[in-house]
């Protein structure tokens, strides 16, 4: 069935550093990708979202390009700040799936001012 | 749009009490979801409904819990003779149906809390 990996945490890094969480998955057809994020004693907020291969999903600084031919949607910001604080989440939805978002296990993101 | 509502945000009860969530999901969309979710861990799925109808359950859903969505707008979500186990954060969320690009928007979720 399908399924999404994203890198363990938690990440740690300082303010204005580059960041790179990786997320790969497994699906067949053509799955639309997701990135959540949720704050401390929040729901989850959608980040952004890619629905096709090569489509580059972005918001609030936050990149993430759909690439087919390695199975990633890695998510990337080029200068964190303390805000961006938080688990991120990867998750995919395929009509395989019935179109049910099916979620990694999450990463934590620590920033250091 | 004033996005997905839940209420309340936090419960405690008893073991063996019963619970009742509710969710107002955001008025256009016709899709509305719950998950359960421990700390540290993702969203795990339990129900949707598309309008009034509930379309799917997990395998891994008790028959102590049950949800409806009776007009098609809100939904509660009900737990039967609780268990320490049920303690969680129950998330809602909501989407326009049509194909695996449409979005989910979720709530701020209920914290229940098995003393």
């Known amino acids: 069935g399908d399924s999404v990996t994203q890198m363990e945490g938690p990440v740690t890094l300082s303010e204005e550093a580059f960041l790179t969480i990786n997320c790969t998955y497994t699906a067949t057809g053509y799955p639309s990708l997701f990135w959540y994020v949720q704050y401390p004693g929040e729901g989850l907020q959608l980040l952004l979202k890619a629905t096709k291969a090569d489509d580059k999903g972005s918001n609030k600084g936050f990149e993430a390009t759909y690439r087919k031919e390695t199975t990633s949607f890695h998510l990337e910001k080029g200068s964190v700040q303390v805000s961006d604080s938080a688990v991120y989440f990867c998750?995919?939805?395929?009509?395989?799936?019935?179109?049910?978002?099916?979620w990694g296990a999450g990463t934590k993101l620590i920033i250091k001012p | 749009d004033t996005g997905v509502s839940q209420d309340p945000r936090h419960k405690i009860t008893k073991r063996g009490q019963n619970v009742t969530f509710r969710c107002d999901p955001i008025?256009?969309?016709?899709?509305l979801y719950w998950y359960r979710q421990t700390l540290g861990q993702g969203p795990e799925f339990l129900t949707y409904?598309?309008?009034?109808?509930?379309?799917?359950k997990s395998r891994l859903l008790s028959d102590r819990f049950s949800a409806e969505r009776p007009k098609g707008s809100f939904s509660t979500l009900e737990i039967q003779r609780t268990e320490q186990g049920d303690s969680a954060m129950y998330l809602c969320?909501?989407?326009?149906?049509?194909?695996?690009?449409?979005?989910?928007?979720f709530g701020d979720g209920t914290r229940l809390s098995i003393l």
């Open positions: 409904f598309q309008n009034e109808a509930q379309l799917e």
């Open positions: 969320a909501s989407s326009f149906s049509g194909g695996n690009n449409q979005p989910q928007h």
């Open positions: 998750a995919l939805a395929s009509m395989d799936s019935n179109y049910q978002l099916i």
């Open positions: 008025s256009e969309h016709n899709r």
